[in-house]
């Protein structure tokens, strides 16, 4: 078994920017675009060998994203709201490990959120769907 997890935390603001919007209008103290304050990811793996055969693989995995901003004005109206995700994957490995198959899910949490915002054009793109998929390799 084996888990891991990812902190990431950044105090990403503007000390000083001076006349950003124009004459008189200061950005101090803004945090920059596309910069979470707090973002994670934790995983875990569990093998099992079944067989002389091959093994079984489970994984979950999770990522999480504060609130950023997509512009340097921090205009709330281009906020993108914190996100969570969840995806999984559960497999078999062949002893020769040249062989897998593998079915997986991402995003079962069903979250779906603004996860782009081009700021002034109203162009904006959404997380995925839940999807599900089947994976074979066959690696030689």
């Not at 008189?24 to 875990?44: C, Q, T, V």
Request: no cysteine.
């Amino acid at each position: 078994m084996t888990f891991s997890v990812g902190l990431g935390y950044a105090d990403a603001t503007f000390d000083s920017y001076k006349d950003a919007g124009g004459i008189g209008i200061h950005f101090d103290g803004n945090r920059l675009e596309y910069a979470p304050k707090l973002d994670l990811s934790a995983s875990i793996l569990y093998e099992r060998r079944i067989s002389e055969f091959g093994t079984a693989l489970f994984s979950l995995d999770y990522s999480y994203a504060d609130e950023l901003f997509t512009d340097v004005a921090n205009n709330p109206a281009f906020a993108i709201d914190s996100l969570g995700l969840l995806g999984g994957r559960l497999g078999f490995s062949s002893a020769s490990e040249k062989f897998q198959l593998f079915v997986w899910a991402k995003n079962l949490n069903k979250e779906i959120a603004i996860q782009g915002n081009s700021g002034s054009s109203g162009n904006v793109s959404y997380t995925q769907p839940r999807t599900y998929g089947v994976q074979l390799n066959y690696l030689f």
